[in-house]
């Protein structure tokens, strides 16, 4: 494997089940984050974790729940969502390092919220 | 809020012209600029990071810079329908504090007929 590995590709869910999104990076790098997508909306940052510590939580509604064991996993725990949370779900990785920072996305999760 | 402004389009033109995308940004502490390219379903691919300003050119892509009046550009030489897609601006600010944060645009998209 190469890059960013997100899994599930396609997720389909109820609003009571429990879910997890995975991420893996096979890049090095010392950073990882979860993004949200929905349609006709920037891209939104949910979560920042650096070394394996979580350094930015974007005012995400607590039914999101990051892991990261590692730094080159990082889990998002999902319970009783919402149809509103319907969205793709976009992981990325970078080097914390001046002229380094770019980020690398994986190829994202399409979440659907019944 | 800070904010990366881009038109969203879409944006026409013939294959062999050249495509201009254009993004303004709102805060002056910006160091660190990006054009990503998304197709549609698919996750963000980085094209070009710029720094400094000036242009900076890399096969049939110019991203250009100017920091005093808050624009980056993205011009695309002899354009091909594999061009067509979104594409995102983004902006990093304040890096000490805020590890590798990205604000994103809206994004343009682009669609480039034979």
């Known amino acids: 494997e190469t890059g960013v590995t997100q899994t599930p590709r396609h997720l389909v869910m109820g609003m009571t089940n429990k879910k997890s999104l995975k991420c893996e990076q096979h890049?090095?790098?010392?950073?990882m984050y979860w993004y949200k997508q929905s349609a006709k909306k920037p891209l939104e940052l949910m979560f920042v974790?650096?070394?394996?510590?979580?350094?930015e939580n974007n005012s995400v509604p607590s039914r999101f729940s990051p892991e990261c064991p590692n730094s080159s996993h990082l889990f998002l725990h999902l319970h009783t969502l919402q149809p509103e949370d319907s969205a793709l779900y976009l992981c990325?990785?970078?080097?914390?390092?001046?002229?380094?920072?770019?980020?690398?996305f994986g190829p994202g999760t399409r979440l659907l919220v019944l | 809020q800070k904010e990366v402004e881009q038109n969203s389009g879409p944006l026409s033109v013939p294959e062999g012209a050249i495509a201009s995308l254009n993004c303004t940004y709102s805060?002056?502490?910006?160091?660190?600029f990006f054009w990503y390219r998304q197709y549609s379903g698919k996750s963000p691919e980085l094209i070009m990071s710029?720094?400094?300003?000036g242009d900076k050119e890399d096969g049939r892509f110019t991203a250009q810079l100017n920091k005093a009046s808050q624009y980056v550009s993205l011009l695309i030489r002899d354009s091909q329908p594999s061009d067509s897609a979104t594409y995102l601006c983004a902006v990093i600010v304040d890096r000490g504090s805020t590890l590798g944060r990205l604000y994103f645009g809206r994004g343009t998209q682009l669609t480039v007929w034979p």
């Open positions: 805060d002056r502490g910006s160091q660190s």
């Open positions: 974790y650096s070394l394996e510590e979580r350094v």
């Open positions: 710029i720094y400094s300003n």
């Open positions: 990325a990785s970078s080097q914390d390092h001046p002229s380094q920072e770019t980020q690398y």
């Open positions: 890049l090095g790098h010392n950073a």
